[in-house]
């Protein structure tokens, strides 16, 4: 696997890998940004998310047709001294659907046991919640 990313002026630079698809980022503009693109650490918890649901929804793939709703939720919390690195990850799976909790929290175990190569890869805690219709499980 390889992402070539390149500086476009500023702070900004777009990776793109192996995919071909795009992806910019930029600093806030507090770093002094244009906020032209996702920050690397916004970037780094939508990974987590869309790494760890696309492994829940292959192992639930059975499931999937009555399944009508996935969303997840990361929030980062970081150390105070620079480099700032997370420490705790709380990851919020929002499902609608009929599924029993039973089976969704396998998925999301095996996913972070076995198959996420962006949580093992975290150094940072992470904790998984699930909100199963409404009603947290």
Known sequence: MRVITKWTGGRAFTAVGDSGYEIRMD????YGGR????TPTEMLLGSLAGCIGIDVTM???PYLDKINHIEIVTHGLRAEETPKEFTDIEVTFNINGEITPKKVWRAIRLGEEKYCTVSASLKANIFYKLILNGVEQ
């Not at 600093?27 to 507090?30: D, E, G, L, Q, Y």
């Not at 906020?35 to 996702?38: F, H, I, S």
């Open 27 to 30: 600093a806030t503009k507090a």
């Open 35 to 38: 906020e032209k693109g996702a």
């Open 59 to 61: 192992i639930l793939k």
